[in-house]
Nanobody
Framework: QAQLHESGGGLVQAGGSLRLSCAASGRTFSSYAMGWFRQAPGKEREFVATISWTGGITYYGDSVKGRFTISRDNAKNTVYLQMNSLKPEDTAVYYC????????????????????WGQGTQVTVSS
């Protein structure tokens, strides 16, 4: 059974930075796209970023473009989300997700496109 475990969340002031990590275990995530989503209280889960297996292709949600960077280290089975210039509206539980794919990578931005999910890590940005 594949497992994803997020870490790195916490409380930060507006304008600050955090780096989230997602460690995958239970299988080798060859040919797996990885994604980050977030969910604020009372809102639907929102796409944040996704990255191809090779790390060469990334996509971002409009609200985080230019501030967040997704990356991965396949030797460590870990994906990262570097978050800079944080805003209070970035406050949410952040989830890591994974899905297998073959062939061309188009970018997966919908929650139902992912097969595996972590438990989430809380990020709180104070004003």
């Amino acid at each position: 059974q594949a497992q994803l475990h997020e870490s790195g969340g916490g409380l930060v002031q507006a304008g600050g930075s955090l780096r989230l990590s997602c460690a995958a275990s239970g299988r080798t995530f060859s040919s797996y796209a990885m994604g980050w989503f977030r969910q604020a209280p009372g809102k639907e889960r929102e796409f944040v970023a996704t990255i191809s297996w090779t790390g060469g292709i990334t996509y971002y949600g409009d609200s985080v473009k230019g501030r967040f960077t997704i990356s991965r280290d396949n030797a460590k089975n870990t994906v990262y989300l570097q978050m800079n210039s944080l805003k209070p509206e970035d406050t949410a539980v952040y989830y890591c997700a994974a899905r297998y794919y073959s062939g061309r990578y188009y970018g997966f931005v919908a929650t139902d496109e992912y097969d595996f999910w972590g438990q989430g890590t809380q990020v709180t940005v104070s004003s």
